[in-house]
Structure formats: C-alpha cells, structure tokens
C-alpha cells in the first residue's frame, strides 16, 4: 500500500474527494480502488495507478483468539501485528512502531534484532487496516490499538502522533483515543511531549524494576534516563491529563520477582495513579518466566501495599504472539 500521492492527485479535485477517499479507505475499508463507488471512473483509475491499496503480507498464522501478521514494506523490510480477540467483541490490533528497536532490552526478542528504520504513519495505519479488512468479512471491527509490537514508539514520535489522528478521525477509522495505548521503555521527553497533547491515549511505561540499578542492567535505556527522572516526566503528564499511568512489569524468574523487589515496587508506586500490569514473561534465550508461585506472592505483596494488580497479555503465547514478544522464535529477519 503506498498512498503517499493521493493529496498531488486531488489537486484540482473538489475539496470534497479528500473526504470520500478518507472514509472508503479508513472507513469501508476498500482494498482496491474500483470498490470506491463514490469516486468518477477517471479518478478511481488514476489513483489505482499511482497509489496501490493492496497490503503485502506473507504470513498469517492464527491460533485460538490471536492473530499474527508479517507484514512486508515497500522497501521488503518486514515488520510484525498481531490481531487479538477477546471475549465481548473486543478486537485489539497490537502494532509495530518501528522497523526492529534501538533500545536493545536484554529480554526483549525486537530488541535482538537490532534497529532498521521508523515506520511512516501510514505503514503504521496499514497494520490496523490489514485486520480490519479481515474483521469486516467476518461482519466485526477493530475496538482497541495498542502500540505494543516491534519498537519504542517515543523515538518515532511524530509518526506515531500522526498515525493516531489518522486513526482517530471521525471521518474515517473513527476509533476513541481512550481505546488506544501508547507503551514506552521510558523517554522523558516524549513523555512530557505526550502529556500537552490533549489526546486521551493511554500511556504504559515498561518499568520492569523498582530501582534504578537493575533497571539499568536489563534496560540499556535507563542509564541514559534514570527511572527518576522518568518518574518526573509521568508526574508531569499525571498533573496535566489526570489520566492512570500503566506500569507493566514482566515477571523474570530471579530476576524482577523477589519479594524483595515486590516491596520496593509498592514504595516507588504508593500514592500513584495508576495500576501495575504483571506480565508474564515469554521465554527467550537469556531469561525464564517466573513460576506461578513466585507470581501470586508477588501479586500477593502489591496488593497488601494497596497496589491495584492486573494480570494481562497472558494469551497470545502460542503463537508467540504477545504483544512486544512479536519476533520471538519465529526467528524473524527484518532485512
Ligand atoms: N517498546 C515499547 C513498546 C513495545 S514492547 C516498550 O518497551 O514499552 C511491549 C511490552 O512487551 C513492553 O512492556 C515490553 O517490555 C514487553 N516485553 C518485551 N519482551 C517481552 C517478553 N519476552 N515477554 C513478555 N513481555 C515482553
Ligand atoms: Fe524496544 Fe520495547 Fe523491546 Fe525494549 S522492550 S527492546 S523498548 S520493543
């Protein structure tokens, strides 16, 4: 799909084309042009010729309620979606933001790959439409977005931005911000950024550790920006939004599990507004998921510190389909 050259084709079209086009492709959702019946016949060809609709995917492999995407570029770089349906037709597309990742988390299979490029706003819009192509046979739609796939999204932040308004236009996809999140390994600026926005996205930050220290031995990124000055920036974006932060923390056996670390989590988070998400860990080479055991003892300590728990992204796991475990053993190649 490449629709970079609609706006220099409706240059002497009425105003009124930019609407029309707007809602068949992010409304009806049409993969090829001829379906555009509210377009002239001249225009429909022309834009066939010059801005293809079709999205190239090689691979879906579904399995139980997930869905999963290999997405391929213009430019043959691969990227990674994942579609997840939850019970009550709640349809939730988890999206890449990036061609691999620059922040290179010790436990995270996107970051092994390395990092190729940014996404533009409209490969990361293609993700959602791939699904909801598929959704709209089947008579259903795309209820949720989160930006959990491959990349950190603050580091492509304007795309992202961009893809989100794209996405959010009442005109076209028509999706509520409160339906989309944004995860991020913790970039201060864009947080703040973020905060003045005035869109109502959800903002999840992978905290993964209640100090510093071991944050910066797993997550390269906090030795850049220390998780207080990450704290500050959330502070922040908490006074002006008044919207709950996420924090999501992934259950590495020995490593983020201690009773230890679990106490020092209700410390750094008491009086925050907000909630912890446990995440169970997808195994990869360096790291093991914690036992269930160590899990509810940990869930356990939160929640005697008045901490609100949930317990997310638990399925998905056979097709290695959680959301940032996207290129785990399927032994991805991004170029
Ligand atoms: N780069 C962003 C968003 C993508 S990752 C971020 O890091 O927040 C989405 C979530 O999946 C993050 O919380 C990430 O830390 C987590 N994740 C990464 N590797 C994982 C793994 N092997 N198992 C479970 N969750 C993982
Ligand atoms: Fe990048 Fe997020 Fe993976 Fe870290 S966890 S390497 S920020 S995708």
């Known amino acids: 799909m490449n629709i970079q ?12 084309r930019q609407q029309q086009i707007e809602k068949a492709i992010y409304g009806e959702f049409i993969s090829d042009w001829s379906e555009a019946i509210a377009l002239p016949e001249h225009l429909r060809k022309q834009l066939a010729e010059a801005c293809p609709l079709d999205i190239h995917a090689e691979e879906t492999i579904s399995s139980g309620d997930s869905r999963k995407a290999l997405i391929i570029l213009e430019d043959e770089l691969k990227i990674e979606a994942v579609l997840m349906m939850h019970k009550g037709d709640r349809n939730t597309v988890c999206v890449s933001s990036q061609v691999g990742c620059p922040m290179g988390c010790l436990f995270c299979a996107t970051g092994k790959l390395g990092f190729k490029r940014n996404l533009t ?36 932040y304007d ?16 999706l509520g911000a409160r339906r989309m999140s944004i995860s991020t390994s913790g970039i201060p600026e864009g947080i703040r950024k973020f905060a003045r926005e005035g869109l109502e996205v ?47 923390y992934i259950m590495i056996k020995d490593v983020t599990d201690t009773p230890e670390l679990a106490h020092e989590l209700v410390k750094l988070l008491s009086g925050w507004l907000g909630y912890v998400n446990l995440i169970n860990y997808n195994q990869t080479e360096m790291f093991a998921p914690s036992t269930r055991e160590r899990i509810e003892e940990f869930k356990q300590i939160l929640e005697d510190g008045h901490i609100t728990v949930v317990q997310r992204y638990t399925f998905g796991q056979d097709i290695d389909g959680a959301c940032g475990q996207l290129a785990a053993r399927t ?4 170029d």
Do not use: W
Request: charged share 25%; glycine share 4%; net charge neutral.
């Open 5 to 16: 050259g609609i706006n220099e084709i409706l240059i002497d079209q009425p105003k009124y």
């Open 121 to 156: 706003a409209d490969e990361i819009v293609e993700q959602v439409l791939y699904f909801a192509r598929q959704l709209k046979k089947e008579n259903k739609r795309v209820t949720n977005i989160v930006f959990m796939g491959m990349g950190e999204p603050m580091v492509n």
């Open 159 to 174: 795309n992202v931005m961009a893809a989100i308004r794209i996405l959010n236009n009442p005109n076209g996809f028509n």
């Open 202 to 248: 959800n903002l999840a930050l992978s905290l993964h550790a209640p100090n510093n220290e071991l944050r910066c031995k797993i997550m390269p990124v906090s030795r850049r920006h220390s998780l207080e000055e990450v704290m500050d920036a959330l502070r922040e974006y908490v006074d002006i939004t008044h919207r709950k932060i996420m924090f999501e």
């Open 331 to 334: 032994k991805l190649q991004i």
